[in-house]
């Protein structure tokens, strides 16, 4: 459980971390696959030999994992806006893409969103990440089910 919480926490922060710093939007597409990897890769390790533990432990894992793709969102969302707002040629940026009409926003109404924005998709990745942690551990146990039971 520990070999694969620390492997889907490095995975999940590096693609969060990069993924944020492009765009401050929610980091969905991904989050599925790294919950149930991190699952299943947490019971192919521990090898469980109850459903209940096979489910308890990839759940944890998928919570670490979790835990580490917030964090690394949140860090991101921080350093995203900071290089906006202090970007001083992104109003005549924005109007030579045409998007004009978001070129006067105000810093502190940019900070507002994006912050609270990206700290509801994170806490969602979190909540999604460790379900499919523990449905991860519920597929590696269905399909290497030990003889015995």
Same mark, same amino acid.
């Given at each position: ?41 947490? =019971? %192919?390790?521990?090898?469980? $030999?109850?459903?209940?533990? *096979? &489910? ?7 919570? /670490? @994992? !979790? ?40 810093? =502190? %109404?940019?900070?507002?969103? $994006?912050?609270?924005?990206? *700290? &509801? ?7 999604? /990440? @460790? !379900? ?18």
């Amino acid at each position: 459980m520990i070999k694969a919480s620390i492997i889907g926490a490095i995975v999940g922060f590096v693609y969060v971390m990069s993924l944020t710093l492009l765009s401050p939007f929610c980091t969905l597409c991904f989050t599925p696959l790294l919950g149930l990897g991190a699952g299943y890769l947490a =019971a %192919q390790l521990d090898r469980p $030999t109850s459903q209940n533990r *096979s &489910v308890y432990r990839s759940g944890i894992a998928g919570g /670490i @994992t !979790g835990v580490s793709v917030t964090v690394g969102q949140l860090l991101a969302t921080v350093v995203n806006a900071i290089l906006v707002t202090n970007f001083e040629q992104l109003p005549a940026l924005m109007q030579d893409v045409g998007l004009s009409e978001f070129a006067a926003i105000d810093n =502190a %109404q940019y900070w507002q969103t $994006t912050v609270i924005g990206n *700290s &509801v998709c994170g806490g969602f990745n979190l909540l999604l /990440i @460790t !379900g499919l942690g523990a449905v991860g551990g519920l597929l590696w146990f269905q399909r290497h089910q030990p003889a015995d039971e």
